[in-house]
């Protein structure tokens, strides 16, 4: 009986895929060693990034620390048709976290300080279709204004940054189109819940939260 269930090894105890479905694994080794997002959520990362290539706009990564998941992100649209290119932009001070607000973060200033622009673009690799923007949320989006957006992965653990980046995001949000907070359910980024909730919070829009901890919105509408 066990032999007739399809993947059965996948089940511990539920199917769980990023244990190696497809060609998943082809992805995940793109983070090997250079991101402290796990399997599970490499895998929302994965499957929505897919999703979203049927959607008009580019992909967003705010928060990039050794570029892990840049590396996967822009593996998903390296496998596209050149005629079908979409651009990444990466947003990241690339020497560590900015100052934060004790009263809702618990990081500190220079938290995932070792890391550097140089050595993220060796892991992405890609770069006739990724941008590095490096500096501070917010004044990092100056002059984008005009993004449609596809794709946004929003990984800044902090109250401000966080909340700066629903601010320009959600509303250059194609229609269709995702947003997923990684912080959003881990106790060491409290701001980060706060942050996204306080935001959508009588806009209609519902962070659909995932046992991995990340937060979901799609813009329906």
């Given at each position: 009986m ?5 993947d059965?090894g996948l089940?511990?105890?539920?199917f769980?895929?990023w ?5 998943f694994?082809?992805f ?6 250079n991101?402290l997002?796990?399997?599970d ?12 290539l049927?959607?008009e706009?580019?992909f ?8 892990g998941t840049a590396a ?5 649209l390296?496998d596209l048709?050149?005629t ?5 932009r990466?947003f ?6 900015p100052e ?10 220079g938290d995932?300080?070792d ?9 992405v690799d890609?770069?006739?279709?990724v ?5 501070f949320?917010?004044?990092t989006?100056?002059g984008l204004?005009p993004?449609?957006?596809a ?7 902090i109250y401000k ?5 629903c601010?320009?995001?959600f509303p250059?949000l194609?229609?269709?189109g ?5 912080d959003?359910?881990?106790r060491?980024c409290?701001?980060a819940?706060a942050?996204v ?6 806009t209609g829009f519902?962070p659909?939260?995932?046992?991995t ?8 509408a």
């Amino acid at each position: 009986m066990h032999d007739a269930i399809p993947d059965a090894g996948l089940y511990q105890p539920l199917f769980s895929p990023w244990l190696g479905l497809g060609e998943f694994p082809r992805f995940l080794r793109r983070t090997e060693g250079n991101t402290l997002v796990s399997a599970d959520r490499c895998y929302i990362l994965y499957s929505l990034a897919r999703q979203a290539l049927n959607i008009e706009g580019e992909f967003w990564e705010c928060g990039v620390y050794k570029g892990g998941t840049a590396a996967l992100l822009a593996q998903v649209l390296a496998d596209l048709p050149a005629t079908l290119r979409r651009n990444l932009r990466l947003f990241d001070t690339f020497q560590g976290m900015p100052e934060v607000d004790s009263a809702r973060d618990l990081h500190s200033a220079g938290d995932f300080a070792d890391t550097s622009v140089q050595a993220v673009k060796a892991v992405v690799d890609h770069d006739h279709q990724v941008f590095y923007h490096q500096g501070f949320i917010p004044e990092t989006f100056a002059g984008l204004e005009p993004a449609r957006i596809a794709f946004a992965h929003v990984d800044v653990d902090i109250y401000k940054s966080v909340q700066d980046c629903c601010k320009f995001i959600f509303p250059r949000l194609s229609r269709g189109g995702f947003i997923v907070f990684d912080d959003y359910g881990f106790r060491t980024c409290p701001g980060a819940r706060a942050a996204v909730d306080e935001y959508f919070q009588g806009t209609g829009f519902i962070p659909l939260v995932l046992p991995t901890g990340q937060a979901v919105i799609f813009k329906n509408a």
